[in-house]
């Protein structure tokens, strides 16, 4: 109860930033209607997404079917990862990991989750030949796929994910334990995730980015329903850039903020974020690290 009222306080407070009137809180969000059907007439899981974002870029989704994905797993050296989460253990049950592109707060504990739960490490592919090729996990472990790619890794009823552009870059950094030197490696080129849930849900996992006009496609091609978007500046967008990207290009129905204050660089805040919305464009969630959101 402790999490609810505190998440529910930072989401009004953030309503009251932006300008804007109430709306329904995280824990009860329109949900997927009650019965989906595919084409081929099979019924789709009627459940709740849920979003539990663990700082910087770190993100657990659990599908309405009950499927759990993690995105850019850094916890262990996070400074934002509240404590509970600090052993990797504390995750639970692991079904697939996504990684936006290599570098160290994306990528730090990807390789020790996907050897502890036996899945998949799904990302850019330069990054993956690279991991392979190093031995920092078997082929299998790092299959490959890229920009404009979409895996259905639990079949045709599961959750799908398509790569999408992200504007950075994705350098691979990794002591050789032979010489015990920092090399640093090719890391192909980074991505975003567009995950559409069992229930046709959508979510967004812009990894790391700047801003670039194909947002706008983006946003239309896919049309997601929940965008996780860097706004701490310095490397990735900043809140100003960031609400422009929302509020004229993509237009989710909602706006999760991720990546800042995490170092001293990162200086991009909520605050600031829904500042320059000016209390146009989606609905901003405000989480702490370790609080869930149900959509």
């Given at each position: 109860m402790t999490k609810l009222r505190t998440?529910?306080?930072?989401?009004?407070?953030?309503?009251a930033l932006?300008?804007?009137?109430?709306?329904?809180?995280?824990?009860?969000?329109?949900?997927?209607?009650?019965?989906?059907?595919?084409?081929?007439?099979t019924p789709l899981a009627a459940g709740k997404t849920e979003v539990l974002w663990l700082g910087q870029a770190t993100t657990?989704?659990?599908?309405?079917?009950?499927?759990?994905?993690?995105?850019?797993?850094?916890?262990?050296?996070?400074?934002?990862?509240?404590?509970?989460?600090?052993q990797l253990s504390a995750l639970g049950r692991v079904d697939l990991i996504l990684v936006t592109h290599g570098h160290f707060d994306h990528f730090a504990d990807a390789p020790a989750l996907a050897?502890?739960?036996?899945?998949?490490?799904?990302?850019?592919?330069?990054?993956?030949?690279?991991?392979?090729?190093?031995?920092?996990?078997?082929?299998?472990?790092?299959?490959?796929?890229?920009?404009?790619?979409?895996?259905?890794?639990?079949?045709?009823?599961?959750?799908?994910?398509?790569a999408v552009r992200a504007e950075h870059s994705s350098e691979l950094a990794y002591k050789n334990p032979a010489t015990g030197k920092d090399e640093v490696h090719v890391g192909g080129e980074p991505v975003g995730f567009i995950i559409e849930?069992?229930?046709?849900?959508k979510v967004w996992h812009m990894g790391d980015?700047?801003?670039?006009?194909?947002?706008?496609?983006?946003?239309?091609?896919?049309?997601?329903?929940v965008v996780l978007i860097p706004i701490g500046g310095h490397f990735v967008l900043n809140?100003?850039?960031?609400?422009?990207?929302?509020r004229d290009m993509i237009r989710p129905r909602y706006a999760i903020p991720i990546h800042y204050g995490t170092t001293p660089q990162l200086r991009g805040t909520p605050a600031e974020f829904i500042q320059a919305l000016g209390g146009a464009g989606p609905r901003v969630l405000v989480p702490e690290p370790g609080q869930k959101m149900d959509f």
């Open positions: 998440l529910l306080l930072a989401t009004t407070a953030a309503i932006a300008g804007c009137a109430g709306g329904p809180t995280p824990s009860s969000m329109q949900p997927a209607p009650a019965v989906q059907v595919t084409a081929a007439g657990r989704i659990t599908t309405p079917g009950g499927k759990v994905i993690v995105i850019d797993p850094w916890l262990t050296s996070n400074p934002k990862t509240p404590a509970a989460f600090k050897q502890m739960h036996k899945v998949p490490m799904y990302g850019p592919a330069g990054m993956n030949q690279t991991v392979a090729t190093l031995g920092i996990l078997p082929a299998d472990l790092a299959p490959r796929f890229g920009k404009g790619g979409t895996i259905a890794p639990f079949g045709p009823t599961g959750p799908k994910i398509t849930m069992e229930n046709g849900f980015t700047g801003i670039f006009g194909d947002m706008k496609l983006i946003g239309e091609m896919y049309r997601p329903d809140p100003q850039d960031a609400a422009m990207a929302v």
